[in-house]
């Protein structure tokens, strides 16, 4: 597996991939190529077999990073695609002088926040019925 910066070329796929995963957050085509050309955006790919496989999207300011987007293609879910990329993530924002990464997953997401409690975060605050009037979502950090 080859853990990289996304460019834009890689738009379509990662439009395709989050359209698989309800969860994800929706940006189709345009989002990703308005966040690719984002200064404060990072983008990061696995690629499994010459394609991608998942991705991590996130920004950076101010030593705080804030997780947006994660998405792993089903035909590569429960393969390490997922760990692999926040394990690059954290490696990355290290050198980049964070201190500290948050994101938001919704509560009921029991296969995400399982993977993010692996990799270290804990629940930090809880958004009340914030996903569809109905689901929590769970604010979630790690110290870097």
Excluded at 32 to 60: H, K, M, P, Y
Aim: charged share 20%.
């Amino acid at each position: 597996m080859k853990i990289r910066r996304a460019v834009l070329s890689d738009v379509a796929r990662l439009a395709a991939i989050e359209a698989l995963q309800p969860a994800s957050a929706g940006w189709g085509e345009n989002g990703w190529q308005t966040e690719l050309n984002t200064s404060a955006a990072q983008i990061w790919c696995a690629e499994q077999n010459d394609e991608v496989a998942g991705f991590v999207s996130l920004r950076l300011a101010a030593g705080l990073a804030e997780i947006l987007n994660v998405a792993v293609h089903p035909q590569y879910c429960r393969q390490g695609v997922g760990s692999a990329l926040l394990a690059q993530v954290w490696r990355t924002l290290k050198e980049q002088g964070a201190q500290e990464v948050t994101l938001e997953v919704n509560a009921q997401n029991i296969a995400a926040t399982a993977l993010y409690k692996k990799m270290g975060l804990t629940e930090m605050g809880r958004r009340k019925k914030f996903y569809h009037h109905t689901d929590d979502a769970l604010i979630m950090g790690k110290r870097l």
